[in-house]
């Protein structure tokens, strides 16, 4: 008998059909003899909806109300999935993050998980019940308000509570059958991966392969919870996110672990370009003062090489596309001290990233990336590296091209079509 932490995306659960078919589904879990958890997201795009009509009431909500807001989604799903399973005879009971002992720091609207103290989980798996846990949500243990995790945060709740009850597996239930070697949506080709490390699916996770939020990568990472990422869809096996080693080769040889994980992709920045800077020491560090303490996080940076004649460099970065008007505010209030001459903004921007834990020992990865770029005819507007990633920045509207040459470049297609997307709408 295991402990398995199931989580369902909202795309799992969009409609009531969708809770019965997800209910049926953790009801033959439990009937086989697992004791199983489930933390469940908010009902399809519900939070979308939600922050769209907060912006009808007005354009900057308070981030204490809009976090009680939001997780209204996930408390509405939670409470239907319970109705659900008690339907079919198995016993099921709903918590809010709160009740689950999910306790977090004060940042609203991108909490972090600070403590998980889950005795009324424990004590329902020990009256053999199942308990479903409401994602994305927590409390602050000082002042009692209510939190929310982030975009996406459902999984890291999952992880969480794995890590804090040291469940078995954490199984994320999805709409496609578990990690692939690029978004299905925009590479049909892309092919399953049958297990991945950590560190790539952080780098995956952290350079825009939604499938897993990048904060559930760490949690998983620093507990050492094994993640089995799976379609709620199909009855595949997905992929496994874990530092052990693979099963061993028909002969018994390791099996070799491929040189690219995969190529991720990113929609959500912006590029903003400091023009005319003084080309001389401390005004670098000042603009970075400035936007850091706006409480904007930066991504790539580039300099170019001052012009001879005018000693004025111009100083380009990319950050959250959701983070442009605080930053660019920031940096227009400090235009007289650093010096510059004008900021431009320019959110039509796309990031393409190779990641691949085996480029640390192969040569020539960014050559054939880079080549791969040229022959589609893209442009390369900023690069940046890490041990095991090259990212680059494109134009937005050039980004899917851009992910599919590069793909096929590094020979990651599959022959077999395995990459189905079963529902959700993207968004
Ligand atoms: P959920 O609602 O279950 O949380 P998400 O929409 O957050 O689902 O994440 C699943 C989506 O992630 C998929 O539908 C797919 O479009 C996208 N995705 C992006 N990159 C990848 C990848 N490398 N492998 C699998 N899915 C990916
Ligand atoms: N409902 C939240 C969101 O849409 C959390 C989640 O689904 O993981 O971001
Ligand atoms: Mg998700």
């Known amino acids: 008998m295991a402990l398995v932490v199931q989580k369902y995306g909202g795309s799992s659960v969009s409609d009531a059909a969708s809770i019965k078919r997800v209910a049926k589904r ?13 933390v469940v997201s908010a009902m399809g795009d519900t939070t979308d909806e939600l922050i769209d009509l907060a912006q009808q009431i007005t354009p ?27 339907n079919l005879g198995v016993k099921a009971k709903s918590f809010t993050g709160q009740q689950a002992g999910v306790i977090t720091d004060a940042v609203h609207g991108r909490a972090r998980i600070v403590d998980v103290v889950p005795h009324r989980i424990r004590e329902t798996i020990e009256r053999g019940q199942v308990a479903i846990v409401a994602g994305f949500q927590g409390v602050t243990s000082d002042t009692n308000d209510v939190t929310t995790l982030g975009r996406g945060g459902s999984d890291t709740t999952a992880v969480a509570l794995a890590a804090g009850l040291g469940a078995d597996v954490c199984e994320i239930y999805t709409d496609v059958d578990g990690v692939f070697s690029a978004d299905p949506r925009i590479v049909p080709a892309a092919r399953k991966l049958d297990r991945v490390s950590y ?25 050492g919870v094994p993640v089995h990422v799976r379609s709620s869809f199909s009855t595949h096996t997905g992929t496994l996110v874990t530092n052990e080693p693979a099963a061993e080769g028909p002969e018994g040889a390791a099996v070799e672990q491929p040189i690219i994980a995969g190529v991720a992709h990113d929609r959500s920045e912006a590029k903003i370009t400091v023009v005319g800077v003084p080309d001389v020491p401390g005004k670098a560090a000042r603009i970075f003062q400035v936007v850091a303490g706006s409480g904007v996080n930066i991504d790539m940076i580039v300099q170019n090489v001052s012009a001879a004649a005018t000693g004025l460099t111009d100083i380009s970065f990319t950050l959250p596309a959701t983070d442009g008007a605080t930053a660019t505010a920031a940096l227009s209030e400090h235009q007289p001290d650093i010096g510059f001459q004008s900021l431009q903004y320019d959110d039509t921007i796309g990031k393409l990233s190779l990641i691949g834990a085996g480029m640390k020992s192969h040569p020539g990865v960014s050559a054939k990336l880079f080549a791969a770029l040229s022959d589609a005819g893209i442009n390369i507007e900023m690069i940046s590296t890490s041990e095991i990633r090259i990212s680059v920045v494109t134009r937005a509207d050039s980004l899917d091209e851009a992910v599919r040459a590069v793909h096929t470049a590094f020979e990651l297609d599959s022959d077999q079509q395995e990459a189905v997307v079963y529902g959700g709408t993207g968004r």
């Open 60 to 86: 900057l909500p308070p981030s204490r109300e809009m976090d009680i807001l939001l997780t209204a989604g996930e408390r509405i799903s939670m409470s239907l999935l319970a109705m659900a399973i008690n």
């Open 26 to 38: 953790i009801a033959a879990a439990k009937r086989a003899g697992d004791d199983i958890v489930v």
């Open 199 to 223: 560190d790539e699916m952080l780098e995956l996770a952290a350079s825009g392969a939604k499938v897993l939020v990048l904060r559930c990568v760490e949690y998983a990472r620093r507990y």
